[in-house]
């Protein structure tokens, strides 16, 4: 269980300051396909950063199974993402010089699955490419591979920011229909940050932002 408490981060703009979050709270379950929607600059990408370790609310607290991760050390911290956040992105981010096997082995390394790299590429339907490199890919394909390279980690979070915005539509509901099978798995709590309103229907757990304050956190009884 993740609880946001009275999230506030501030970023300061030359003599302004801009709340980027403004004060939200909202808890995120494992075995929940979590969809965080609002426009660009309503604060969905910050959520996500302060999930994901990657930077520090101004105030409040983040409570990762009753543990606030805010107050954690750099060194804590960096150790919290490196076992527990897997991260997917709008442009997939593998490493070129890779083929789709050693970009997801070298994730399943970390959390010692090495011996499911094969398994865990096969669960993304990618088995007839383990041997390609992502220039060699679909983009539907490397996002794939970043799929399958976040669960490998066993991540207890898995964070995807925008991840079909560079996909078309139908390429794109594979995506999404592909993150929500793995938040099914009781250990991990699956957040999208996206502003295609249309994944609604599929998430169980829906939070709209709006200038960095939440205007709308629902729970849907049947997105199956
Ligand atoms: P979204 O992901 O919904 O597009 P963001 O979380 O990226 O929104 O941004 C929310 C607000 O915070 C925006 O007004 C943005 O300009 C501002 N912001 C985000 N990151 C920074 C930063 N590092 N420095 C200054 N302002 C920032």
């Known amino acids: 269980m993740i609880c946001l408490k009275k999230i506030v981060k501030k970023y300061k703009s030359g003599s302004d300051e801009i709340a980027a979050l403004n004060d ?28 994901g370790g990657m930077d520090r609310p101004t105030s409040g607290q983040i409570l990762i199974n009753g543990e606030d991760i805010s107050l954690l050390s750099e060194k804590k911290l960096t150790d919290y993402r490196r076992k527990n956040v897997g991260f997917v992105f709008q442009f997939y981010n593998l490493v070129e010089n890779l083929t789709t096997y050693e970009n997801v082995g070298i ?23 383990i ?7 679909s983009g539907g394909e490397m996002q794939r591979v970043a799929i399958a390279r976040a669960v490998a980690k066993s991540p ?7 991840p ?14 592909l993150l929500k099978k ?20 599929i998430a169980d757990h829906v939070i709209r932002l709006r200038d960095g304050k939440i205007v709308a956190d629902e729970r849907n009884s049947s997105s199956d």
């Open 24 to 51: 939200i709270s909202t808890e995120i379950s494992a075995g929940e396909f979590t969809v965080v929607l609002g426009p660009s600059g309503s604060g969905k990408s910050t959520m996500l950063n302060m999930l």
């Open 107 to 129: 994730a399943a390394n970390l959390n010692g699955n090495v011996d499911k790299v094969l398994d865990i590429i096969k669960d993304v339907g990618l088995e007839k490419r």
């Open 131 to 137: 041997k390609n490199f992502p220039n060699q890919l």
């Open 156 to 162: 207890k979070l898995l964070l995807c920011d925008e």
């Open 164 to 177: 079909t915005g560079a996909l078309d539509v139908a390429t794109g509901n594979k995506i999404f229909d």
């Open 182 to 201: 793995y938040s099914k798995n009781k250990d991990t709590a699956v957040v999208v940050v996206t502003h295609n309103p249309e994944v609604a229907e």
